[in-house]
């Protein structure tokens, strides 16, 4: 019979090393993929770039829409806060006098030894005299029990407006905490938008600047600087005074740059540039688009005219000023300015008359 050889038997370390190489380089391919060397970030054409960049701008006129409204109601509990403490300093002056009053006279019946009333009439050389006295000294204590009556009444009222301001203050905190997260979106917004455009060669961003009317907007600059005191129709066809006052200010605005949280004189945003208009006409408005959508009576859109202020969005998130044709002047992002543009550019969702 053949003799057989057993197999020999193979080095365990020689496969585990094996299998340990080839762990090794499959981690080392995962860590390439993850860490972001292993595979280039897939390029975008310019119309993607643009579609993503709207949709950040959109994102962050939202965030800074809702940065105005904490700023104004941060201002507003500032100012309640102020006027709270100002009126306990008031109240602490007059109380610091009524405790002064009270005593010097305890003060003074300390002086007088605290002797029973009886037993000093016993010892008066003058009973008659005593008694006169007596009667004096009981209505001056009917003065001083009114006295710390109204101490009292002083420390209580002191004390809810010490209260009324800690509330006061603990929502001015949390307003602010608010501001910074409304305006960390914001700024990571805008960065990322800036990143997405500066991937585009120059002549690309040229070319979507004059697809989205930046070009155009340059050019209703120059035509509505040149129409300064007559912007044309817009203003004689607006229903009053006042609405033709706030075209005619955003006529002479046309070109100046979008700044978010701005509201004027040289750069604005959205609903910053409608605030200035009709605060030019002596008219007040509220800061954001949320609260000036309100702030008058609605009208359809069929019924527009110069003036009234026309809403897009189905958050109410941006805000122009109807200037007639179809068109209204609005401050549309950071890449671009205070422009003329027509109302049909973006989502309608509501128009308001507020004079």
Aim: glycine residues 8%; charged residues 25%; proline residues 5%.
């Amino acid at each position: 019979m053949a003799a057989h050889r057993k197999p020999r038997p193979r080095p365990a370390h020689g496969t585990r090393a094996r299998t340990a190489a080839t762990i090794a380089l499959a981690g080392a391919a995962t860590a390439a993929g993850l860490d972001g060397t292993g595979h280039a970030e897939p390029q975008l054409t310019p119309g993607q770039v643009r579609a993503k960049v709207d949709k950040l701008y959109q994102e962050a006129e939202v965030a800074t829409e809702k940065y105005n409204g904490a700023k104004e109601e941060a201002q507003a509990a500032q100012k309640r806060l102020g006027t709270l403490q100002d009126e306990a300093a008031r109240k602490e002056d007059r109380l610091n006098s009524a405790r002064q009053a009270l005593g010097s006279y305890a003060a003074a019946q300390y002086r007088d030894g605290g002797l029973d009333p009886a037993l000093r009439l016993v010892l008066s050389d003058d009973p008659d005299r005593y008694l006169d006295g007596a009667a004096f000294a009981e209505r001056a204590g009917d003065r001083q029990a009114a006295a710390v009556s109204r101490v009292r009444r002083q420390l209580r009222e002191i004390e809810q407006l010490r209260g009324a301001a800690r509330v006061e203050l603990a929502s001015l905190q949390s307003r602010q905490a608010e501001l910074k997260r409304h305006k960390t979106t914001v700024t990571g917004k805008l960065d990322e938008a800036r990143r997405l455009l500066s991937r585009l060669t120059a002549e690309e961003r040229a070319r979507l600047a004059q697809d989205d009317g930046t070009d155009r907007a340059s050019r209703a600059s120059t035509a509505g600087r040149d129409t300064l005191q007559a912007p044309g129709p817009a203003t004689s066809t607006a229903p009053n005074s006042r609405a033709a006052a706030a075209v005619s200010y955003a006529y002479q605005k046309l070109g100046s740059p979008y700044v978010w949280g701005a509201t004027g004189p040289n750069a604005f945003d959205c609903s910053g540039l409608i605030q200035a208009a009709y605060r030019s006409a002596g008219v007040s408005l509220p800061r954001t688009t949320y609260a000036q959508i309100d702030a008058g009576r609605r009208v359809a859109r069929s019924e527009l005219l110069p003036g009234d202020l026309v809403f897009f969005y189905s958050g109410i998130s941006h805000v122009g000023l109807y200037v007639g044709n179809g068109q209204m002047i609005h401050a549309p992002n950071p890449s671009a300015p205070v422009r003329l543009a027509p109302i049909d550019e973006m989502p309608f969702a509501g128009a308001t008359r507020v004079v």
